[in-house]
Every structure is written in C-alpha cells, then in structure tokens.
C-alpha cells in the first residue's frame, strides 16, 4: 500500500469529524482537514521543546502530499489557508490543548 494510498484510506475513515469550531484534538488523534480543493488531516504528539502539530494536506488523490510540522507553545497557533475563497483553518494550543476550528478567509 503505498503512503498516498494510506494517506488518503486514513483521511476517508476520519472525514466523518468534518470541519471544528474550537474542537479540542488530543494527542496523536487525527482530525480532518478541508480547504477547498485541499485536503488532510492534522494530529500533535508531546515532544520535549513542545506540542508538534504535523498536518499533511494534498489537492484530491492524484496531488502530492506536503507534509508541515509546527511546533507550538501554549498560546501559540498556526493557520493554514488557501488561496481564494476556501477560508483558513487555526490550530491553536491553550495549556496543554490543541483546538481546530475554521477561521475566516485570510487576507493581506
């Protein structure tokens, strides 16, 4: 089974938790990502200098996967956005928690 293969069985089986409004993920759960055309999933693991959020995202089945890893501290966040109408999505940490929601779209 290939990674893009396995990337994609595993944001399938996750797509259920659609898009958060502030919904907390706990480390090493994934949760669905959608940006438009765009999409993946985004998990955390605990490591010694913070809380690592790796998001993986790909444009449907053919587009190759990226791969970002964040490294948050509490308080801190990340958005992820595209180019167009999709809106962004924020992953933020508070304590000791990682909260997805959409966010409105991003501008300059």
Do not use: C, W
């Not at 999409?39 to 790796?54: K, N, P």
Request: charged share 20%; no cysteine; aromatic share 4%.
């Amino acid at each position: 089974m290939s990674i893009r293969t396995t990337f994609f069985a595993a944001a399938l089986a996750l797509a259920f938790l659609g898009a958060a409004h502030a919904e907390d993920v706990r480390a090493i759960e994934a949760k669905s990502i959608h940006l438009g055309e765009i999409s993946g999933i985004a998990y955390s693991t605990v490591e010694r200098d913070g809380l690592h959020v790796v998001t993986t995202l790909a444009q449907g089945e053919a587009g190759t996967p990226i791969r970002i890893v964040s490294v948050l501290a509490p308080g801190q966040s990340v958005m992820l956005s595209t180019a167009g109408v999709a809106g962004a999505i924020e992953i933020s940490r508070k304590g000791d928690k990682l909260y997805v929601r959409r966010a409105g779209v991003v501008s300059n």
